[in-house]
Structure formats: structure tokens, C-alpha cells
């Protein structure tokens, strides 16, 4: 039988420590929705018209490895990196881990450029966006009916629309960094930055044909979702607090003989929690900074592929050494599920966020400097700085280049 002592020294041992030696790498997914080309609705995974069909051709042209289930298909690149679906429809590409910013901007750029013009020969667009501008929600089904996906839609489907909307029709860019060699005190840091994150890559404001008001609709869809597994986590030490915030939440997988759902911490009151449901548990929640052996940064709406270098360099050139970490928390000051909201709804235009997200540009962008030509192309920094440029300086200014 399962036990707090042992919970906190798996999470201790699985989570919040490092499962390898060597230098620091980085990997990231990025989601991207497939919509008609012409009738701008999404587009269905099974059927003639549907983007399965073209990922099987390509599959067979490239020589990748095709696993998973038919209902949940999963294809293995030569490269390491994987496809799948998300339950809406979406298209997740998750790369493997590179010893360098430049390597993954490259790598996300050739996978892109090798799906475009295939799905745009099937009258496919493929949208980096943090929420489908167009579809309707009523036009949006659960394509993904699988066991897990199920569960989850009728977990979420009982506290209201906001799980519908973010299991069918949000997109992000998750980028999975080290936990470096203070993985606490990295802990700490990402929590701290997630707003400024949100906003610096909010592209999300029209949902179902109109404009919401909201810079992130995506981010604002995570914080009407359910808080007992989102947001930030701003107590320390990060075992006590993730442990505490994991047992609190509701095991969506099951439900009592009477309908309810209970808390992880419920059923492992009761002797009724396996290694398994753990696991499985862990899985289900979404946190901004979910700890996983590495830290999943997940406050990015998804974005074009031509933009994924400002993400990357920012990350990278904020953790790029202890000094640079250090400076970069007394910025962003403590985590705040408050400023969270204000960065969804106003996202540089509040002001508290765009000057912590300014002063956080700029720091990464000088730490990132200092590793051209090693570690960072020159045309990846000019490209993350002319991103920076537009959405804070405005176009042309040339401060971030």
C-alpha cells in the first residue's frame, strides 16, 4: 500500500531529479491545427479528407516508424522525435532532446517544412495558434475516443465548457529544459516567469469567429479549467508543495459507486491508490511548469515555426548559467496565480507584465549573445531578437536585434 513517505520519495527520486549526467539539453512539442484550407473549420482525423491519411503517406515516403493504436496512432521519426494527435485533431510534434538551442530550432523547422506542403496539397492548413480562430465549438468533437480521453472529457465535461475547449481546440509550444544543477531554486524561476511567458506568445484572441478581449484565449480556457490542477505553484520546497498539490487534486480516471470523483488523497486514505493510478494520476496534471525529470515549460500559445526561436533562446539564455538565474528571479519576483490572470487577459498590456517581460528579454538575450557562434547561430538570436522587437519595441526599432 501506497504511503506519503513513499509518494514524496518518488516524486523526490522520479520527478524533481535529474535521470542523466552530461551537458544540458533541450527539447520542445509544438502544436499545430489542422484546418480546410477553404472552409477554415478543423479538420477530421479518420476519412478520405481526414489528415491521418496524409500522415500515412508521408510515413511511408520518409521510412517513419508507425506504432501506437489505429485509434491512437503514434509515428517515431528517424531522428527521435514523435507525432501524434491531440483529441481534438490536433497535431503534436515532440522532438527529442538536443545539446543546443540552434539544433532544436532546426530540427522543429525541417519537421514542419516536411508536413506543409503535403497537407496543403490535401487543402490542409497547418495553424501555430494558441485556439482555433474559426470552428464553432458544437463543430469541434472529440476525435480521440480513447479510454483516457474519455474519462477526462467527462471529468472535465461536469465542472463546464472550459475542458471541451481546451482538450479540442488549444495548441501550445512546450519546451522541456534541465533541471540544472539547482533544480530547486530552477523551480522557483519558471513558476516566477510563466506569466511573462504567456504574454510575450499570446497569438490567441479570436475564438469561433470573433475577437474574446483576451490576448491568451488559450491561457484564459487553462484558468476557468479546474485550479485544483493548473497554475503556478508558489510554496516551497517544491516536493512538499507538489506533493500536496498532486493529493488534492481529483482522480479523473475513476469514480466512487455513487457518481463523485474524489481526491487522489481520498482514495489513498481509504488503501485504494497503486504505483499505477500514481502514475497515471501525475499524467493528468497541467500545471505551467510540470516537473517530469525535466521541467515542461507550458505557457506558450503554439506558435508559427518561424517564431520558435524566441522561446527557445529566452529559456535557454535565462537558465544559461547560475548568475543569469539568479537575476532572473529577482525580476520576476515570487509566482503569482494573479498576475497569471492579468497575462492571459492583457498580456503586454498590463503593465507590471511587459516591464518584467522587457527586463527578462533583455537578460536572456545578452546571456545568449555570449554563446554565438558555440551554442547559437547568429541568424537564431537575430531571429528571437526581431520577435522581441515586434511584440514589445514595436517593428523596426531594431533594440532587441
Do not use: K
Not at 1 to 22: E, I, K, N, P, Y
Not at 144 to 164: E, I, Q, S, V
Amino acid at each position: 500500500m501506497l504511503t506519503l513517505d513513499w509518494l514524496a520519495d518518488d516524486l523526490r527520486r522520479t520527478v524533481f531529479s535529474a535521470h542523466r549526467q552530461g551537458p544540458p539539453r533541450i527539447g520542445a512539442e509544438l502544436e499545430l491545427i489542422p484546418v480546410g484550407a477553404a472552409s477554415r473549420r478543423i479538420v477530421p482525423i479518420a476519412g478520405e479528407a481526414g489528415t491521418l491519411r496524409v500522415l500515412y503517406d508521408l510515413a511511408r515516403q520518409h521510412g517513419w516508424d508507425v506504432a501506437g493504436s489505429a485509434e491512437a496512432p503514434m509515428f517515431r521519426l528517424p531522428g527521435g522525435g514523435t507525432i501524434t494527435y491531440e483529441p481534438g485533431g490536433q497535431i503534436e510534434y515532440s522532438s527529442p532532446p538536443f545539446p543546443s538551442p540552434s539544433a532544436l530550432i532546426a530540427n522543429l523547422a525541417s519537421v514542419v517544412s516536411t508536413l506543409r506542403d503535403p497537407f496543403a496539397a490535401a487543402g490542409v492548413e497547418l495553424l501555430g495558434v494558441g485556439i482555433d480562430p474559426e470552428t464553432p465549438p458544437a463543430e469541434a468533437p472529440l476525435q480521440l475516443r480513447t479510454d483516457r480521453y474519455l474519462r477526462m472529457d467527462d471529468y472535465f465535461g461536469r465542472l463546464g465548457p472550459a475542458g471541451a475547449r481546451m482538450m479540442r481546440q488549444t495548441a501550445a509550444f512546450q519546451v522541456a529544459v534541465e533541471l540544472g544543477p539547482d533544480p530547486m531554486a530552477r523551480w522557483r524561476l519558471l513558476n516566477a516567469i510563466a506569466p511573462e511567458v504567456i504574454a510575450l506568445f499570446a497569438n490567441s484572441s479570436r475564438y469561433a469567429g470573433q475577437e474574446t478581449g483576451y490576448a491568451s484565449y488559450r491561457a484564459a480556457a487553462w484558468r476557468s479549467l479546474d485550479s485544483s490542477r493548473t497554475g503556478v505553484l508558489n510554496t516551497a520546497p517544491p516536493v512538499a508543495s507538489y506533493l500536496e498539490f498532486a493529493l488534492a487534486a481529483p482522480d479523473m480516471m475513476r469514480r466512487t459507486d455513487d457518481g463523485r470523483y474524489r481526491s487522489f488523497c481520498g482514495w489513498l486514505m481509504r488503501g485504494e491508490a497503486t504505483e499505477a493510478q500514481w502514475r497515471t494520476h501525475l499524467s493528468t496534471l497541467f500545471p505551467e511548469v510540470r516537473p517530469r525529470g525535466y521541467f515542461e515549460v507550458r505557457s506558450a500559445d503554439a506558435m508559427a515555426v518561424e517564431d520558435v526561436a524566441a522561446p527557445i533562446v529566452l529559456l535557454w539564455g535565462l537558465l544559461s548559467d547560475p548568475a543569469t538565474e539568479r537575476t532572473a528571479l529577482e525580476v520576476a519576483g515570487q509566482p503569482s496565480a494573479e498576475r497569471l490572470v492579468r497575462a492571459g487577459e492583457c498580456g503586454l498590456g498590463d503593465g507590471e507584465v511587459r516591464r518584467r517581460a522587457e527586463e527578462l528579454v533583455n537578460l536572456a538575450l545578452r546571456a545568449a549573445e555570449r554563446m554565438v557562434p558555440d551554442q547559437l547561430r547568429r541568424q537564431d538570436l537575430e531571429r528571437a531578437g526581431e520577435y522581441f522587437g515586434r511584440v514589445i519595441a514595436g517593428v523596426g526599432t531594431g533594440r532587441y536585434i
